[in-house]
């Protein structure tokens, strides 16, 4: 099966998420200023991570993919709201940026594997904020990432593929740890207060 018949469907994956997520946020999430802060930063952080990962796209024809530096923003999110707006914003917003930039085909797989690394770092760092804790969770979230990656690289373009791409996936990890869990570290110690009111 080639990974190219995943295309049409991956705009109508992202809504049936959206309906979905925003289904969850006003069925568990009952207190109105929680819903209002949530679909609005989930939007907003959402639309700036589909913006840094189209902004700079490096195609890689072995699997028919691309780099970039959306991770930075994934995991700066993450770091700052938490699990919720970190899953939805890092899942979302980069296979948003997979369907608008003529990727839809791998829409689906970046869905997963950038909502699981926004969870995972979103998660880690909700309970405990320090430097070591951030950097041991972007690294967890980065490794995730380019894990996932490798495996359905794997599964659609064989080892040769995935070997291509693996230090380009590592590269992003790496500018996500570095640039995203650092701006996340030094912009929480100076506002945190408000940001743990912001996390839903």
């Known amino acids: 099966m080639s990974m190219e018949v995943l295309a049409p ?9 959206a309906v979905l997520y925003f289904v969850y946020l006003f069925v568990l ?3 109105v200023f929680e819903v209002a802060i949530g679909v609005a930063l989930s939007g907003i952080m959402a639309a700036l991570v589909a ?15 691309y780099i ?17 707006i970190g899953a939805f914003a890092g899942g979302f917003g980069s ?11 791998w829409a689906p797989f970046t869905l997963v594997i950038k909502g699981v690394e926004g969870f995972v770092v979103g998660y880690i760092t909700s309970k405990k904020d320090d430097f070591t804790t951030i950097l041991l969770a972007t690294i967890l979230g980065g490794a995730l990432m380019v894990s996932g990656y490798f495996f359905v690289e794997v599964y659609f373009y064989g ?5 291509a791409e693996l230090p380009g996936n590592t590269l992003q990890a790496v500018t996500g740890i570095v ?6 570290h030094i912009i929480k110690r ?4 408000m940001l743990v009111s912001l996390q839903i």
Do not use: C, E
């Not at 469907?9 to 998420?17: E, T």
């Not at 796209?57 to 993919?65: A, E, H, Y």
């Not at 997979?98 to 990727?103: A, E, R």
């Not at 080892?159 to 070997?163: D, H, K, R, Y």
């Open 9 to 17: 469907y991956g705009k109508w994956v992202l809504m049936a998420v």
């Open 29 to 31: 999430k009952r207190k």
């Open 51 to 65: 913006v840094v990962t189209g902004f700079i796209q490096i195609p890689t024809p072995l699997t028919r993919g």
């Open 68 to 84: 970039n530096v959306g991770d930075s923003m994934v995991m700066l999110v993450a770091v700052l709201f938490g699990p919720t």
């Open 95 to 105: 296979a948003m940026a997979d369907v608008i930039t003529g990727y839809a085909h």
């Open 159 to 163: 080892w040769g593929g995935a070997l």
């Open 179 to 184: 640039v995203g869990g650092g701006t996340g």
């Open 190 to 193: 100076r506002v945190k207060d």
